[in-house]
T-cell receptor, first 110, second 117 residues
């Protein structure tokens, strides 16, 4: 069964507004969470991560929130820019075991 | 649904030997599978795109004779690392695309940790 789920296959946002990408996981043993950004014909590029001992990590326009009790992870991008348009994958890991969500395509409209 | 498995999850081999990694889509047909290699900064490098019944498309800089990819069925793709060397030690991840869902959606396997001694 999929241990990491991204239930929204796509999201469309206006430039300058906030983009919120969501991710749910089932295995409470995961202790490290990552977001990747993927452009066509390239591998996913690491974007931001968070350890399970934290509930928020911020890097510029990108903030990842972790709600362990809900087993929920979200990525906030603000303000959104057209260059942020890509497919975003969340991933959860423990030791060497890493599981990915299926991806959400974000489209930021000018 | 939409589960992708990889086997083995971990493998240790001697330098010069070959290692085969399997990637299977368990409950859907995957006409396209992707092979990635993870580097220390966590990003995944696309190595090749594997289409069922045809030759794999390799990314620039990836040696096709060293990393043999076979996609013989709609549920199985294999990556064989031939004459492995310590620099081939890495985390290899496959993903599969289910065309009935979306061209963006990829289901990732759990990865294979290869250590070459």
């Amino acid at each position: 069964d999929q241990q990491v789920k991204q239930n929204s296959p796509s999201l469309s946002v206006q430039e300058g507004r906030i983009s919120i990408l969501n991710c749910d996981y089932t295995n409470s043993m995961f202790d490290y969470f990552l977001w990747y950004k993927k452009y066509p014909a390239e591998g996913p590029t690491f974007l931001i991560s968070i350890s399970s001992i934290k509930d928020k990590n911020e890097d510029g326009r990108f903030t990842v929130f972790l709600n362990k009790s809900a087993k929920h992870l979200s990525l906030h991008i603000v303000p959104s820019q057209p260059g942020d348009s890509a497919v975003y994958f969340c991933a959860a890991s423990r030791n060497n075991d890493m599981r990915f969500g299926a991806g959400t395509r974000l489209t930021v409209k000018p | 649904g939409a589960v992708v498995s990889q086997h083995p999850s971990r493998v240790i081999c001697k330098s010069g030997t070959s290692v085969k990694i399997e990637c299977r889509s368990l409950d859907f047909q995957a006409t396209t599978m992707f092979w990635y290699r993870q580097f220390p900064k966590k990003s995944l490098m696309l190595m090749a795109t594997s289409n069922e019944g045809s030759k794999a498309t390799y990314e620039q800089g990836v040696e096709k004779d060293k990393f043999l990819i076979n996609h013989a069925s709609l549920t199985l793709s294999t990556l064989t690392v031939t004459s492995a060397h310590p620099e081939d030690s890495s985390f290899y991840i496959c993903s599969a695309r289910d065309l009935q869902v979306s061209t963006d959606t990829q289901y990732f396997g759990p990865g294979t940790r290869l250590t070459v001694l």
